[in-house]
């Protein structure tokens, strides 16, 4: 059996007409006997009852079955009488096979195909195109069979410059030259004392050969603040961000671009960096923290991290000692009887810690309504929040025993030690101050 990928050609040796035909490419379809399909070769029947005229040469096309004319315009007859063939030879590349008759062509399966005799060269994609074929040519490679390498010229060289390749030479595509500056010279318009250039496929170089320009930039060129570039017979700056004028002298209001946005107030003196006053709630270079979403870390009163002995209090009730004033967890810290203003519960971070807001609840009845918050790095050193007016600030605490109250701090406040201060508490006679206590960072 004949693979269908093959092109097929007839050679057809008759009495009365001899001539080679090609079989187009409806024609070598596989064959199907079929009389009513159009492109099925004639059955030997067809080709007897119908002989063709000698000489007119047309190839074995289509016969419908009157057999008066093929479709499609092709000459629908045989050049000759099958009974008067002599010989078949049916070519398939570089095989020949002699075929007893036109009856063993049934048995085969012929299909043209263009692109069998691998046409593409370079590892071109050979495209089936009817009757003629089309290449695809990898890369580096044109012309209707890919046999033409695409090849740049080497140019020459710039005046005070030299170039890697020997200019006048081909090279191929895709391939880089590199064009050097002398010494003190440097590309103009450039940093860089080079140039590297690839050979395109339109056969052009990505890039001209440069201007090589005396580099007349040095460190001070643009007040250490830009880039210094050669132009032909000038330099200019490009400054760095925030600066401006031909020498990046002129620093611009770091401010006027706003990085606080609407969440603080930005703050600058020429020379420095600005600095954002976040508002009450903002926190980060460019106030972009939000403490009440961004500020959920507990620093582990609640869940153990921070040790028992590293809870303290003023006095307390010997059954709610300080490390019961953890968070959510059952029972808490209670003050001795009765308490008194600044009786505190302290927490020792143990190192620094950015803290930004403390939340409360009271336990068994007691709770504390008011407090202050001071910090430390050493347990001597304690200091008190205070508000923007300079007093000591007063955070609003819990209202039962139960509810947990968070209460942010104006600013975040960085110390190892933090001592909640009791101001007011619940109720009068038996009650005492209460606290369950955890801290936040970001
Ligand atoms: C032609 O013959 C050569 C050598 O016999 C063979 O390697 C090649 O595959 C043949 N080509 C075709 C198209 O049959
Ligand atoms: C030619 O080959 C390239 C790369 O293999 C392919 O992306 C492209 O589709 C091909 N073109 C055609 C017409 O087949
Ligand atoms: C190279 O540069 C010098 C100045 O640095 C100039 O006088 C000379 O003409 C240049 N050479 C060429 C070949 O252009
Ligand atoms: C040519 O240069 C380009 C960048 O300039 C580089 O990406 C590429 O790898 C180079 N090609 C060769 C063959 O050196
Ligand atoms: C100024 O602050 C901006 C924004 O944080 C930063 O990107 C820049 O590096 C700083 N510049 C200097 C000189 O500190």
Aim: aromatic share 8%.
């Amino acid at each position: 059996m004949i693979s269908p990928r093959i092109l097929c050609m007839l050679l057809m040796t008759c009495s009365s007409w001899k001539g080679v035909m090609s079989l187009d490419r409806e024609a070598c379809m596989p064959i199907r006997l079929s009389p009513s399909r159009q492109d099925s070769l004639p059955d030997i029947e067809t080709l007897r009852t119908h002989r063709g005229l000698p000489g007119k040469a047309g190839g074995i096309g289509p016969v419908g079955p009157q057999g008066a004319q093929g479709p499609r315009g092709l000459p629908g007859t045989c050049a000759c009488d099958p009974s008067e063939i002599a010989q078949i030879h049916v070519f398939l590349g570089n095989i020949t096979a002699k075929l007893e008759s036109l009856i063993a062509l049934h048995h085969y399966a012929l299909k043209v195909d263009q692109c069998d005799h691998m046409p593409c060269k370079n590892g071109g994609t050979c495209i089936n195109d009817g009757n003629s074929y089309i290449c695809n040519c990898t890369d580096g490679y044109e012309g209707h069979d890919c046999s033409i390498r695409i090849q740049c010229v080497v140019p020459s060289a710039p005046n005070n410059g030299t170039i890697t390749r020997e200019s006048g030479q081909l090279v191929p595509y895709k391939e880089n030259i590199t064009y050097r500056c002398n010494d003190r010279h440097v590309v103009a318009y450039q940093v860089n004392n080079f140039l590297v250039a690839t050979c395109q496929k339109t056969k052009q170089w990505t890039k001209d050969a440069p201007v090589c320009v005396v580099d007349d930039c040095n460190s001070d060129s643009c007040s250490g603040r830009g880039t210094c570039i050669n132009q032909i017979g000038r330099t200019i700056c490009e400054c760095d961000e925030g600066y401006e004028g031909s020498d990046c002298s002129v620093q611009n209001n770091p401010c006027d671009l706003s990085p606080c946005g609407q969440k603080g107030i930005c703050v600058w003196e020429k020379g420095m960096n600005y600095t954002c006053r976040c508002h009450a709630g903002y926190h980060g270079k460019n106030c972009e923290i939000n403490i009440a979403s961004d500020c959920v870390r507990a620093v582990g009163m609640e869940d153990g991290r921070v040790g028992n002995n590293d809870i303290t209090a003023s006095r307390s009730h010997s059954s709610y000692p300080p490390h019961k004033a953890r968070l959510r967890q059952t029972g808490g810290w209670l003050s001795s009887y009765p308490p008194q203003r600044d009786e505190w519960l302290q927490v020792d971070l143990k190192t620094s810690t950015t803290v930004v807001a403390v939340a409360t609840q009271g336990y068994g009845g007691h709770w504390t309504t008011s407090y202050k918050i001071a910090h430390g790095f050493t347990g001597n050193d304690l200091q008190i929040i205070q508000n923007n007016q300079g007093q000591d600030l007063v955070f609003q605490g819990n209202r039962d025993h139960n509810s947990v109250v968070r209460n942010n701090f104006p600013a975040p406040v960085t110390a190892r030690y933090f001592r909640l201060l009791v101001q007011t508490w619940y109720g009068t006679g038996q009650y005492r101050a209460a606290l369950r206590v955890e801290y936040y960072t970001c």
